[in-house]
């Protein structure tokens, strides 16, 4: 009882210190992997706005950066641009189709068409003359911006076609003043988005995505132009943002590995499952941890009670030698059958306690790895007849009775006859201790699948099948009221087994409560030494 609260103490404070912080870590990590995946969404989510924003700057930087261009060989002409020069540049340049130059009422603007493009130059002059018409309110506005210090540009639709490969734009911005122009000299380039996109844009995302982005533009809800990585792929972008430049362009990026909640989730059920294993992990180690705490417990109350039983053990047989041999000793004993009697007691706990000290030295040396065996080719029968002449005096004198059966077929075998001998003796005296009313005692040898055996047999006590496989464990005693009546150190059956592992042999148990025991040792044909 005693026992058992202990071990229990032990479990549950093993259950605080082990199982409590991984269950607390396990939950802390639940909500914190939540936490911490929102916030890698949230920084993921920024960090794709960021790109789409440099990418819309940078379109911006390239236009601003053809209009500084453009102004310059309008100034360095003294207001009339080089054609020359602006045809070298539109060469330079394969995104822009044509180039017009206009005074802001002008009804001849001067318009140069790419090589690049097919754009003619009727159609051109019609496109925008029909599309400034209708904004007239736009070149004075544009003016107004650069008298104030900033050049706008801004995107005119020139063919409403609802094709974007046909799409025209022009991209208008008022030059610097000269000094004998009245009204506001204007200029624009014509270009089409798709090629524009194809042609600046594409070559900027290969930089940016590094293989880790799926970038990609899209004409309204179509992806315009169409991306290498294919329209499938495009329609899971989620994330988008208008083209400055260009309205009814959308710039939209996506991570290449899939959506971030994909990784997020993905990153959660490993998690999870680490959380788990480690869960589990730590669940064996408490529970083996627990278990050899009990084992060491057990061990050590057994250890406590040895040593009790030991000395009982020790001090029994000889306060009866002493007395035994005191009584004798004063000559008061009459009759030599007395006398006759004493003796054999006195030698009877002799005999014992040399038992006991033998078993107590055996075990210590099988403990300490030094018990030698010595082998040779012996018979069992042998060995069991010497055991017996010595012992079946004693069995007599206890009560018993007792049958000897001999296989007389057996031969030789490699053992060590006197351990042989201590394991059939320690098998009788527990025979002897667990018998009670019925006192039967049966020895026999004899051959089963080509294997020498020996048996003991009693009427006694039982053994309940919940302890036959501890009663081999050292200093292990059953606790029930009978034991606790008899002698014993907890030892006896520790060798049997000891000797016989040393022999290759096995012990078999047949055993029933309240009916008796069957030990049966059975050898191994071979030599051990
Ligand atoms: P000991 O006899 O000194 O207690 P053993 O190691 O010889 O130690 O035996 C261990 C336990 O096995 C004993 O305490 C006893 O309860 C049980 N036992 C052994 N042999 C028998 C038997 N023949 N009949 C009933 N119980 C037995």
Known sequence: ??????????????????????????????????????????????????????????????TNSWVSRISLLYEE?????DRQACRTFLESQPAIGALVFSPGDSRTPEVLISSHTDLKQDSLLYLLRRALGKKQALVPKLDRYKKAGYRKIQPVLLNDSGDPGRELFTLLFVLN?????????????????????????????????????????????????????????????????????????????????????????????????????????????????????????????????????????????????????????????????????????????????????????????????????????????????????????????????????????????????EAVSEALINLLDNSIKYSQTEKFIAVRTGMRDGRAFLEVEDHGIGIPPREREHIFDKFYRISNGLVHNTRGSGLGLTLVRHIMDAHHGNIELQSTEGKGSRFRLLFNPGRWN
């Not at 040779?376 to 206890?398: A, G, K, M, P």
């Open 177 to 417: 003043e000269q000094a004998d122009s009245t009204r506001p000299f204007i200029a624009g380039m014509i270009l089409n988005p798709g090629t524009f996109i194809r042609e600046v844009l594409w070559p900027k995302f290969g930089d940016l995505a590094a293989g880790r982005f799926n970038i990609a533009t899209f004409y309204n809800d179509i992806p315009y132009p169409p991306p290498a990585f294919g329209p499938e792929t495009a329609r899971k972008i989620t994330q988008r943002h208008a083209l400055w430049l260009f309205p009814r362009y959308f710039l939209g990026i996506r991570l290449a590995s899939g959506t971030i909640e994909d990784i997020a989730r993905e990153r959660f059920h490993i998690n999870l499952i680490f959380i788990g294993i480690l869960d589990v992990v730590l669940l064996f180690a408490g529970w083996v941890l627990y278990r050899s705490i009990r084992r060491e417990v057990q061990l050590a109350r057994m250890k406590s009670d040895f040593v009790s039983n030991v000395s009982h053990e020790l001090r029994t047989p000889l306060s009866l030698i002493r007395m035994f041999a005191e009584t004798l000793e004063m000559g008061r004993l009459r009759t030599e059958e007395k006398k006759k009697q004493y003796y054999h007691i006195i030698s009877q706990e002799t005999e014992r306690l040399t038992r006991l000290v033998n078993n107590i030295l055996n075990f210590s040396r099988m403990e300490a790895g030094r018990k030698q065996y010595h082998f040779e080719i012996n018979n069992l029968n042998r060995v069991v007849e010497e055991v017996l002449d010595i012992y079946s005096f004693h069995l007599q004198n206890e009560g018993f009775e007792f049958s000897l059966d001999l296989d007389k077929t057996l031969t030789g075998i490699s053992m060590d006859s």
């Open 1 to 62: 009882m005693k026992k058992d609260k202990t071990v229990h103490k032990i479990g549950l404070i093993l259950l605080l210190i082990i199982l409590l912080p991984a269950l607390a870590y396990t939950v802390y990590e639940f909500t914190s992997l939540n936490r911490n995946e929102k916030l890698i969404s949230e920084i993921y989510d920024q960090q794709l706005e960021t790109i789409l924003f440099s990418v819309n700057q940078y379109s911006w930087d390239v």
């Open 77 to 81: 002409g003294g207001g009339h641009p």
